[in-house]
């Protein structure tokens, strides 16, 4: 199971969702299964994978293909 920050998720068609960024540094609204919502933070059971590159900080709605820069810096 992955461990994600509560304020990287979104909603996608009534259901959680996360913006990934796939390979060629474009961004994807990913569909995924929550195990348990905690106080900060989400337990995701299933939709991600472990080394996925989730957005989690400074989301101001991206569009699905848009591209992006990770700062390497705040990689985790």
Known sequence: ???LAGSALFDQDG???VWAIDANSAVRLK???IACYETDRVI???GLES???VVTADVN???DKQKVRVDEGDKK
């Open 1 to 3: 199971m992955i461990t």
């Open 15 to 17: 259901g959680p969702a």
């Open 31 to 33: 569909p995924i299964t």
């Open 44 to 46: 995701i059971s299933s």
């Open 51 to 53: 080394g996925d590159v």
């Open 61 to 63: 709605r991206p569009h």
